[in-house]
Each structure stands twice: as C-alpha cells, then as structure tokens.
C-alpha cells in the first residue's frame, strides 16, 4: 500500500504480511524507487471535515424536519449527499455540509499557552463580515431558486460567534502597521513606532561584526535566518560571538540565534525588555535565495520519441502499427498461447480483422496523430496496400530530409561568434537571481552557454510550461552576449509582454552598465527613430520589441542574439525572417506549447531542445471549469475571488464589445473595481492599467488575449474567459497560466455562450484543456494541438497528407531514419549503427506463462506504462534494473511477471545474436537466424556442440530439463560468436576461443523461469 499523509515531504509504502506490516519506507514519486526505511508514520486527515467520524444526530433532525415538504431534485440530492458522506465518500462539494459536522473552529484546538498573533485587527473584522455578507448573499439566492432549505445550516461559522473566542484567547499580539486600534487592545498591540528597518551590510561581513557587538552590549536579541548558515557560524565563532542553533527556549538579552532558512526582508522590534533584531539575507549579503522543494530525481529518460508519444491508450483510440498500419485498439487480452499465457494488444482492421500484438511488442503500435478529425481508413491485413503507402511516403521523406541535412549542412559551415566563458559579472548577476534554480534550469543555463560558446550559430529551443523560469535562462544568456561586446534583440509577441519584458531586465540589469530600449509600434514615432539611431551606432546593448523589430528599417551594429519568446504567436512572413535570421546569429526559442513544426523538429532530433519540467515553489495546478456563460456563475466565481483578497481577469476577445462587457460586469459585481486592457491603448495608458492591476487598485481586469503571453501578476488566481470555444488550444493553456503563480489555488473558467453548436474542432480543444490541467501539461497540449491543427510540411506552411497517411509518429520515425541514414552515408559508417534505426522484430513463441498479472499491477494505466517501457529495454542491465524496480513498487514477483523478464532477456540476447524468431517446434526449441551461417556453420557448431544443432539457417535445442538456462545460454554465446565474427570482417582482431562443449552456465539474472515444462 502507498500511502501520501498530508504534510509529509515523501509519499511511504507499506508491506504486508497477512494483516501485519512487515516494512515501511518512503519513496520518489517521479521514480516509484524507494530513499530509506521510516520508523513511523503519521496519518492526518485530508479534510477538514470527516463526516464518517461525526455525530449523524443533526443531520437525522434536519431531515426528518423535511419529510413533510413537497419532493424536489434539491433535496434529493442533499438526502444523497449526506448518506455519501456519512458513508465515508469524499465529495468534491462536501465542504458545503460542514454546518451538520463540525460546529467547532480553529481556535477550539490551539493550545492555551500558546501565542496567537492578530495582523490588522480592523481590517480581519471588515473581511470577515464582508465575506460573510457574501456568502448570505449567495445562500438567499439559492434558497430563492430551491436549490437551498431555508433550515440549511451555514457551512461557517459567524462573526459574532468567532469573535468573543478571539477576545478570550490567554495571550495575543495584535499587529497594527497604521497603529489604528482600541485603547483596550494597547496592552497587547505593536505599532509602527515599536517597528523599525534592519541595517544593510550587502556582504560587508566586518561591519556587520562591529553592529552585532554594540547590539549586544545594548542587551539586544538577534535571529539571523540565512542560507548560509555554516559560513556565518564560521565567522561569528572567530569573533568570540557565541551562537545558539535551536530554539528550545526564549532568547535572554545579548544572545543570537542562527536558523537556516529564508525570508524576504528582517526587520526591529523595540520591545519592553530590549530591542530585538532579524536578519535575513537581503540585510547580511544583499541577496535572499527564496527556496524550491528540492524536486526528486527525474525518472530514466526514455527515448525522445518514446517519451512524447508513449501516452496511455485508450480503447478506441486509433493507432498505428509499423507492419500492419492503421488499426483501432480495443484493449488488452490475456490468451492461451500454446502451453503458455500470455498479454496481448488487441487492434481491430478492416472488415472486423483482429490482430494480437505481444506485450513486449508494443513499441510497435503508437498513437495515430493527423492533421484532421476526420477518422483514418483502417488498413487491411494481407493487402499489399500498406507497404505501398509505407514506400509512399518514405520516398517523399527522403526527398525533405536532403533538404533538412541541406539546412543543418549550412548551418555547420556558416562561421559564428564563440562567445567567451563567463565573466565575474555573471556569475554576480546569477548570484543575484531571487531564487534558487531547478535542476532543469540549470541544464537548459548550461546547454544555452555551451552553444553559444561554440564556433557555429546557436539555434536552440527551451520548452516550459508557463511559470517554469524559461524567461531567466534568457537573461542570462543575453547577459552574457552583451559581455562580449554583442547586442541583443528580444521579440515578443505583444506589447504587454514587451513592457513586462523591459522591467524585468531593467531590474536584473541595473547594477551594471547595460543600455536598454523598448521598440514597440505603440511607442511614439520620435522615441522610435532614436532608438533605431542608435542601434545602429552600437549605442543600445539590448531591445525588446514586438513584431517591429522585424522591419526592414531596424539595423544593428553587431547583433549576436535574438531572443524569441512564444514563437507561436507569429505569422508565416515573420517565421520566413527568423528562419533567415537563424544562418546567421545565436537565436534562442522560448516556449510553453511549441507549434508543430517547431515540435516536430525537435521531436526529431533536427533541433536543439532543453525542457524544464520541475515546477515552481509551491504552484498548484489550476482546477478547470468548461461551462455555458451563465450570470450566477460568473458573479459567484468574481465574489469567490475578491473574498479572499484576489483579482480576476475576465478575458473577452472583442475590442468593441468591452464596453458592454464591463456595464455587464459592474451591475452583476458593483462593488468590484473593473478595468480595460486591450491592445488598441497607447503605450503608456496600457503600462498605467496593468500597473494599477499589479499594486491592487483593480479588482477586474476585463481584457483581450494581450494577456496571453508572460503576464507575471501574483495576486491575480481567477480567470474567466468568454467566447471560450474561438481560443485556440495553446491560447486557452497560456491564458490558464497567467493565474495561480504565487501558490494560491487558482480556477479557469472557459465559458461557451447557451445553445450554441460546437464544432467538432473547439469541441476537441474545450475537452483537451479539461483534461491536461496538470502542472507541465505543455507538451500535452502541444501534442494534441497538432492533432487538432496539423503538423505541416516542417519547412514550410503548407500541410502534408503523408502525416494523414501513415500517422505523425510513423512519419516523424521515417524522417529520423531517413535522416539518420543521409548521415551515416555521409560519414562512410554502416546505418545500422544510427541511434534511430529501426530495430529488428524478434517473434519469442515458447511454452512459458508470461504477462503482469492483475493481482500484481491491479492499475491497467500503469500495466501499459511498463509494458511500454519493457518493450523499449534492450540490454540486460536495464532489465535487472526494472526488476528491482517491480520489487520495490509492487512486491516479489509472481512466476508470471519473472517469465516476462526472462522473454526480454532472451530478446535482448536475440537482438545480438541476430535470430529472428525464437519458437516451440515438436520437441524442440528452433532458433532461426536472419542470415546464413555459410562457412561459419562447423566453427559455430563446435562452439555450441552438444547443447545445440546448428543448421545454415536455424539453430536447434531439445527442449527438455532445464532448457531456459540452455537456451540462455546458447543465446549468449551465439551473440559473442557473431560479434567476433564482425570484429574479423572489419579486420580487428578478436579474442578467441577454444572450440568444442562446454557447461551451459546458469545466468545470474533474470531468474529461471517458472512453469518451464521439458518435452
């Protein structure tokens, strides 16, 4: 059993013995690989509410009160809630019951002699009675519509009610930063008076030093709460300062505490009994790193193609397999094959054909992607006309990978700048960086420099969902440009994300002599000209622009790096330019939901790509709503919003309309503050709209999709977009990401307007972005956006019916082999030896009993997921590995589950051996080779003899007593002797063997397997 208890760092997995535990240890989530053994283990509620736990007796009252009234859906659904829960069902509207369960708050749980802190005593009652009025709002509403009994219970308790437990608490700290309270308080109360700044020292240890010394001798208390806790502790014990590490007790006068951790800024208290200091590291260093989770090690890699296509299949879902062609999967069956069972996919043909597919078989069935809706022609087996469509197509792909290798050949030739290693200034300017950086990040920051340090134009894209700190790696790498005497253009695709763009770099720059301009078309004409002036004098180091800076009249000095962020959002005359601009110098790709063509290139291997997939600190997924627009919904989700402090972005993609939409909205919410954002405002009016949003003076702001691309605005956590089903799909996952990046639980709502009739496109796309609402759902949605939009010829935009034809995935693995093979030729080395060669199919038919039984891997999702990674497993180091892997997760193996690996293990060795099939016949086991032994029979016999019959093309064992580890054997030695006889042809020398019989060896993994029965 795995078990995550709410407020543990790991996740733990129990095993039992019978009904006793016989070992608990925590593990990855990401790599299901257990990190260590617990000693214990607490197991807290994931709810607030336990109604299975609570006493029924005041939800029995309330419905027997109700048996007299008339029957309605209302109360029938509440009758049916109530019996849920108390049946200990979690319900996602639960919390609406907790009137009948928990009359109780937090307060009636904290500790007496604790300390309970009040920030702005005032401004708690105001919220508290205007959330309050909310809710009463929203409850009369639905007792008007007999959604409600009027003798509901309020879900929360009162004001009146919270308050006197407030006022009766032993000991409290009220916090007053305008010092606005009753004199009655003034015992308990901090004002702005009794609070002060903290000293800067910006790394100036020594000055630091003589501070701490004259704090003390003042009988004042100091906290240092830093990162680097071991350096301070070094330094302050060669001052004669004694530390202390832990709080076990009250802090007496002249004593400092070293914590490690994080907070934003320190601050002093003058308390009645001596001043008391914190620090932080802004005040000590002048930075403050504000921590991530340490995020667990990512799980192997699998290959590139593997891991963006190998999603789950469902039944129904069309798929493609490599010798058979276009089939619906129907779902996985266990049969008897031979003397054995085994697991096979089902695919359904034309005609109703069926055609079972191994398990271990399954790299050869994928997804079918396609530019259409429409459903693909099933092909039909034992007809010709799947390898004709093959041919078809691979012939037209051998034509566009020349032009590809054409295009990557220039780029090899084509001289650039090698910029130099970093220079003290960086690595201050990255020192400074706010937070501490994922390890993703990191590998894109080193991928970025190690390009643009080579003698070839770097061209490379970083793909990360929104939020995930693709715009730092784009900082540094300008930095780094700019180092080097280059200048440096970033083009985004609107001016919001321009003028966001400006400060941020603004801000990260400042400390250093780094001359910025913003173009825009919204910028005045005159500010336009002088900026093009003196780009071209060398006199601006970076600009951001929109599409402007694509004119023909923009000129630089020495341009090293483009920058491009959200590639998506340009048209097919600025892709044309930048495809231009790419022969030429460094550009760098950024990304959350790369187009098709971008997608498809780096899927193959054509372009260079790092991902970032760690999310931020503490971000949420953003919980999804696609609904039809109705006003209670809209007014509920806007008041739900500004009752816990928030702000909404309600999104209209209409220019002209917003002036309704805004009336609209302000008689469903008067007492929200709406304003307007769209891209037809002038610069500055624009700049003071989003600024008013950012310091809290908007509640609403009602825009267009200009807040699509990198808005960074922390306190916004609602969306509400209308008109939802004419987004795109990379519009919709964007626009999500602008709400939930400060950790707060964010929603998304996508409104369609009432009785309208979806496409069968905005239909797929509404349903797409339901169901991919995870954190790192980019490539998700990128993937499904190109089977909604098409994938296009990847050097142009026209789109391609080869990809209809065969399925993206085929034709994407066609272009890598035709690719691959241009190259190898190229370089005079065999093409078998590309990494994207088309591995062999091995056919393994033996007596044997081999699947994941369901009593083993209960989950079919995740009996697929390791079908699928067994079926790309090509040595027996990595089969060993997932063995223990299956002992860590699921427990010892069954029989069944050994027999599995041992057939991967067989296959491996096949592979090297170069047998084709592996095959019960008679009494034997026939091993048939893809080649004729010709002159190498008798030395082959030798080698194998008395175990085995070599024949020209079948090799030949009995199958009788231990005839796994025989056939183990014969495997591994066929394979050494074909590989020898490789090295010969090649004319180097191999270590040779002395000929004639030899024990067959019993191998060390995987283990024998079980069922086995000799002839």
Known sequence: ???????????????????????????DPLSQRSTGPCEGLLVLPAQEVLPALADTQPAQAFLQALEGQEPSLALERIRDDLARLFAGEVLPEGGLYAGFFNPSSLLHYLPQEGLLAILRPHRVAESALAWEGQARALRERRIAQGELPPTFPPPHLAWD???PLLDAFPTRLLLDPWGADQPENRPFLLTPTDFSLPPAFSGRLPTFAHWLQEHRQKGGRTVLVTHHTQRLAEFLREQGVGIRSEAYAPLRPGEVLLVQGALTEGTQVALPDGPLALLTDKELFGVVKRTRPTPAPAPPAAPRRAEAFLAEIAPGRYVVHVEYGIGRFLGIQ?????????????????????????????????PYYAPTDQPPPLSRLGSPEWAHTKQRVRTAVQELAKDLLDLYARRQVVPGHAFSPDTPWQRELEDAFPYVETPDQLSAIEDVKRDMEAPRPMDRLVCGDVGFGKTEVAVRAAFKAIMDGKQVAVLVPTTILALQHYDTFRERFSPFPVRIALLTRLVPLEEQKETLQRLARGEVDLVIGTHRLLSKDVRFKDLGLVVIDDEHR???????????????VDVLTLTATPIPRTLGMALGGLREVSLIRTPPDMRQPVKTFVSEYSDDLVREAILRELARGGQVFYLYNRIRDLPAVTR???????????????GRLATEALGEVVERFRRGDVDVLVCTTIIEAGLDLPNANTLIAERAHLLGLSQMHQLRGRVGRAGQQAYAYFLVPKGIRLTPEAEARLKAILSASELGAGFRIAMKDLEIRGAGN???????????????????????????????KAEGRPWEEAGTAPRPLVNIDLPLSAYLPHTYVPDQAQRVALYQRMASLQTPEAIHDLEEELGDRYGPLPPEAQNLLQVL???ALALKAGVQSIAKEGEDIVLRLREPMGGAQPALQKRLSPVARVGQETIRLALRGRWPTSLTWVLERLASFRQEALALAGGVSAPSEAPGPRKP?????PPRPHGARGG
Request: glycine share 6%; aromatic share 10%.
């Open 794 to 824: 990847l050097l142009g935009p026209q789109q391609s019916g080869h990809i209809y034809a065969v399925g993206w995935d085929l034709y994407l693995r066609m272009l890598q082999e035709a690719v691959e093979e241009l190259k190898a």
């Open 570 to 584: 340009f048209g097919v005359v600025q892709k044309e330019r930048l495809k231009r601009l790419r022969t030429q």
């Open 1001 to 1005: 060896p019993t191998p060390p993994r």
């Open 1 to 27: 059993m795995d078990i995550f208890p709410v407020g543990a760092s790991l996740p733990v997995r129990l095993e039992f013995f019978g009904n006793t535990v016989e070992s608990m240890r925590s593990f």
């Open 905 to 907: 293990h067989w296959r």
């Open 334 to 366: 266990r049969r008897q094959a031979g003397e054995g069972t085994r697991d096979y996919l089902v695919l359904e043909y034309a005609e109703g054909a069926k055609l079972y597919v191994p398990v271990e078989q399954i790299d050869r069935v994928s």
């Open 664 to 678: 609209r909205l302000q008689s469903l919410v008067p007492q929200a503050r709406i304003a307007v954002a769209h």
């Open 161 to 163: 009610a919270l308050r």
